[in-house]
């Protein structure tokens, strides 16, 4: 019987004003590594483990008010307080309101919240 196709992961493509600050972001204060930077600076991956998030760079006020007000990515971890203890000298330097610390879910999820530069709000979580 041959290989079966598999699907391996998914990364969501997030509209952003500056893919190489965000990717910077990215790296500097959630520890994601840079995959790819466009010559052009148009579009962009960051990776961390087998999570990516992909950037394409736009300056349509709807699209970033879209990355702003409606896109949130949930990344899931093992190990969520070691990992926001880990962050959390980079995430002190975030402006006020950009992080809340990890707390329970009433449905078995224990996670924290970045929002990046753009608005986009991650969801860092573990289940219980």
Do not use: W
């Given at each position: 019987?041959?290989?079966r ?10 509209p ?23 010559e ?7 990776e ?58 009433p449905?078995?999820v224990?996670?924290?919240?970045v ?10 979580a573990?289940?219980?």
């Amino acid at each position: 019987m041959p290989d079966r196709p598999e699907i391996l992961n998914a990364a969501t493509i997030v509209p952003v004003r500056d893919v190489a600050a965000t990717l910077e972001f990215y790296e500097d204060v959630l520890g994601f590594e840079r995959k790819l930077l466009a010559e052009d600076g148009s579009f962009g991956i960051a990776e961390c483990g087998e999570a990516a998030v992909e950037f394409i760079a736009t300056d349509d006020a709807g699209a970033l008010k879209a990355t702003a007000t409606n896109i949130a990515l949930t990344i899931r971890v093992r190990g969520l307080d070691a990992l926001y203890a880990a962050l959390k000298p980079q995430l002190n330097t975030l402006p006020e309101g950009r992080v809340r610390p990890p707390f329970g879910q009433p449905y078995g999820v224990r996670e924290f919240h970045v929002k990046d530069p753009d608005g986009c709000l991650l969801f860092f979580a573990e289940r219980n």
